[in-house]
């Protein structure tokens, strides 16, 4: 399947160049231009980092890397919002239950 990438460009509403590690890119997106630069900024960051950490030049080591780290953060948050909603739920019922014991 072929792109045509003038044609994505239009679509979209906002074209924003950043750059991650010292390559600029045009992004088209319909975000926020202040949003998918604060995204690109953390995504440099960290690909910084690994970079740093790693003695890797190679730039798609340091991006699989990358997309494995920050797939790793968004996991454990996932995971933690699970935890807050199962506990507000039985917090939930467990309130519901008392107001049910104190009408009867």
Not at 29 to 37: A, F, G, I, L, W
Not at 64 to 76: G, N, P, R, S, V
Request: contains cysteine.
């Amino acid at each position: 399947m072929r792109i045509d990438h003038r044609r994505v460009m239009s679509m979209a509403n906002n074209v924003v160049e950043v750059t991650i590690l010292g390559r600029k890119m045009l992004l088209s997106t319909d975000s926020d231009e202040s949003y998918v630069r604060e995204i690109a900024e953390y995504v440099n960051d960290k690909m910084e980092q690994i970079q740093t950490a790693s003695q890797s030049s190679s730039t798609i080591n340091i991006a699989i890397l990358t997309a494995l780290d920050i797939a790793d953060e968004f996991f454990k948050q996932l995971g933690l919002q699970r935890e807050i909603c199962e506990k507000v739920d039985r917090q939930c019922l467990e309130l519901v239950n008392y107001i049910d014991s104190k009408l009867q």
